[in-house]
């Protein structure tokens, strides 16, 4: 089977930086993915990560270390409008495109 | 491109009623998705399609239906509505090749009571 932990709720304080961890258990791994949702809003697409190592996307990056099977999203110079929830997920074996989510953490960013 | 839609927004069923969660996309993608999502928690898959004619089952599939006549369109069937079916919907699609991006619709979100 495949599961995902992720913790579920972090706060902290605009302008500063915040990590949100994914460990994940997997029968083989096809990549991690991170997502954002607004309260009320859909979930949208900020991050994948195939191999190990860093892939940055303005203030936003996200890790990846296979060997650990573990995975972070890290928010830089956090601004009001960051504060949502965030989702890891993993790609199911097979060509269906399948996602298994994470529960989401829940960011509250305090002026 | 609209991306992808749901309609409705919101509806309220009472307990046995029966109705159709509409979504569409204009993206051509092959692969679409029925999630739901219970209040604080992550998304469960209920049903999937890999194309026109092909669907199969997710984690949570007992109480729905699903057809896919075409590579636009795929309603979801709510048969004997339950209230713990209340819950926020979500259709969302990807193509073979970026299957780790999936594009979301608004949602539905249904109250059965």
């Known amino acids: 089977g495949q599961s995902l932990e992720q913790p579920s709720e972090v706060t902290a304080v605009e302008g500063a930086i915040v990590q949100i961890n994914c460990t994940y258990q997997?029968?083989?791994?096809?990549?991690l993915s991170w997502y954002q949702q607004h309260d009320g809003g859909a979930p949208t697409f900020l991050s994948y990560?195939?191999?190990?190592g860093l892939e940055e996307t303005g203030r936003f990056s996200s890790f990846l270390s296979r060997s650990d099977s573990y995975g972070y999203l890290l928010l830089q110079e956090l601004q009001m409008k960051d504060s949502a929830s965030y989702f890891c997920?993993?790609?199911?074996?097979?060509?269906?495109?399948?996602?298994?989510f994470g529960q989401g953490t829940t960011l509250q960013v305090k002026p | 491109n609209a991306g992808v839609t749901q309609t409705p927004k919101f509806r309220i069923l009472k307990i046995g009623q029966s109705m159709t969660l509409q979504c569409a996309q204009d993206?051509?993608?092959?692969?679409m998705y029925w999630y739901r999502q219970d209040p604080g928690m992550g998304l469960k898959l209920i049903y999937y399609?890999?194309?026109?004619?092909?669907?199969d089952k997710g984690e949570v599939p007992n109480g729905y239906n699903v057809s896919r006549s075409t590579t636009e369109d795929f309603p979801l069937r709510l048969e004997l509505a339950a209230p713990s079916q209340t819950s926020v919907y979500f259709c969302?699609?990807?193509?073979?090749?970026?299957?780790?991006?999936?594009?979301f619709g608004p949602g539905t979100r249904l109250t059965v009571t």
């Open positions: 969302a699609s990807t193509t073979v090749a970026g299957g780790y991006e999936q594009y």
């Open positions: 997997t029968s083989g791994f096809y990549g």
């Open positions: 990560n195939g191999l190990d």
């Open positions: 997920a993993v790609r199911s074996p097979g060509n269906t495109g399948k996602l298994i």
């Open positions: 993206m051509n993608h092959n692969y």
């Open positions: 399609s890999v194309g026109a004619g092909i669907t």
